[in-house]
């Protein structure tokens, strides 16, 4: 089975500052790999997502990731952060190889806030 | 907006009772999903329905049951509920059910508050 382990549950910047979400994975196979954000009281949404190709991802609104299968981590970075993008951040991984019918499972999230 | 509706938006209710959270999925979506979010479990997946099959189990107790009818739609039955039943309860869906690589569209979830 895998595992998501988020490192921060919470990370507070000053807006306009660089800011970087932790995850890390645990499996046996292959992984494909997700982040998702929740703004305040609504649903999730894909920021991006890995399946396979370049380990370094982009995303909507200028967040990328990068997978790391040495260190197996897919941190979530973004050079300059707004107001906007106080949220919280999830991190999934479902199991890889090929067509998947497997489940994503869901890092415990974290919540990013940012300050003026 | 992600296209995905969910009803109500929020139930309070008894302990023991039963209550039917309702998903439509995005239009052309074949798939639809249930999480439950909570403070201490955090978010968990329940169920995913495909076509009108269920298509994977997750952490769902067997107080809990959920179908997909023809026109896609789902629901979501409860029963028995106790006060840990008390959670945010989201749906999503995906084109196809290929669960592990498809892009889900979460709805903006029922708030369910069992006193």
């Known amino acids: 089975a895998q595992s998501v382990t988020q490192l921060d549950s919470q990370v507070p910047v000053f807006e306009e500052a660089p800011v970087e979400l932790r995850c890390n994975y645990s499996s046996s196979v292959s992984v494909y790999l997700f982040w998702y954000v929740q703004y305040p009281n609504q649903g999730l949404q894909l920021l991006l997502k890995?399946?396979?190709?370049?380990?370094l991802v982009k995303g909507i609104n200028g967040f990328e990731a990068e997978f790391n299968k040495s260190q197996t981590s897919f941190h979530l970075r973004k050079p300059s952060v707004h107001i906007s993008d106080t949220a919280e951040y999830f991190c999934a991984v479902s199991r890889g190889g090929g067509t998947s019918y497997g489940k994503l499972t869901f890092g415990q999230g974290t919540i990013l806030t940012v300050h003026p | 907006d992600s296209g995905v509706t969910q009803t109500p938006k929020h139930l309070i209710t008894a302990t023991g009772q039963r209550v039917t959270l309702r998903c439509s999925p995005r239009?052309?979506?074949?798939?639809v999903y249930w999480y439950q979010q909570s403070l201490d479990q955090g978010l968990q997946f329940l169920i995913q329905y495909y076509n009108g099959e269920e298509r994977a189990k997750g952490n769902i107790l067997e107080r809990f049951s959920a179908q997909q009818f023809p026109d896609l739609h789902s629901e979501l039955n409860l029963s028995s509920l106790e006060l840990g039943d008390s959670a945010l309860y989201f749906c999503?869906?995906?084109?196809?059910?290929?669960?592990?690589?498809?892009?889900?569209?979460f709805g903006p979830g029922t708030r369910l508050l069992v006193l």
């Open positions: 999503a869906s995906s084109v196809g059910g290929l669960a592990g690589i498809e892009t889900q569209y």
């Open positions: 890995y399946l396979s190709g370049s380990t």
């Open positions: 239009s052309g979506d074949l798939s």
